[in-house]
């Protein structure tokens, strides 16, 4: 659970700022809790292709989440449920700063890392300077001309 209170305040930034499809379904799984596609579907009067659309840019920043196949056995398997971020992870603490926190914690797992990888890592777009103020307050060190590593 210490990633997910990592990327907690970015996820649930992007619950508060969804806004049409993307929205409904979140408000839908606020209110009916776990649901399988077809039951969105029925009750949303939707076409797979849009509960589709809405789902993979919602699940690509975490909003909503799924087991997606389980497995209990060899021959006892089914489809998970998916879920609204917030109804599974519990909220992390106020933090002033969410970017630079996953900033480090992808740079601590990489070890060292080119600085040009970091933007490619996250859904997110790391604001313009967050890296040279990390640097800057020293979460982060560049050991070599292009290069970022934790600091200390």
């Known amino acids: 659970m210490q990633a997910a209170s990592i990327f907690d305040p970015l996820v649930r930034a992007e619950i508060d700022q969804a806004s049409g499809d993307d929205s ?3 408000e839908y799984l606020g209110g009916r809790g ?9 009750e949303l009067g939707w076409d797979r292709k849009r509960l589709k659309r809405a789902r993979v840019r919602l699940e690509q920043f975490g909003a909503v989440i799924s087991d997606g196949l389980v497995f ?7 489809f998970a ?9 519990p909220r992390s603490a106020a933090n002033d700063d969410p970017f630079g926190d996953v900033v480090v914690a992808g740079v601590r797992a990489a070890v060292i890392t080119p600085e040009s ?3 490619s890592w996250f ?3 790391v604001p313009p300077g967050a ?3 990390l640097v800057d307050t020293g979460r982060l ?12």
């Open 141 to 152: 060190m560049r050991p070599a001309p292009g290069m970022l590593t934790i600091a200390g």
């Open 72 to 78: 209990e056995s060899s021959s006892d398997w089914y």
């Open 24 to 26: 409904d379904l979140l």
């Open 34 to 42: 776990p649901s399988m596609n077809e039951d969105v579907e029925l």
């Open 81 to 89: 449920p998916m879920r609204r971020w917030d109804q599974v992870v």
């Open 131 to 133: 890296v040279d103020r």
């Open 123 to 125: 859904s997110w777009t």
């Open 117 to 119: 990888n970091v933007a």
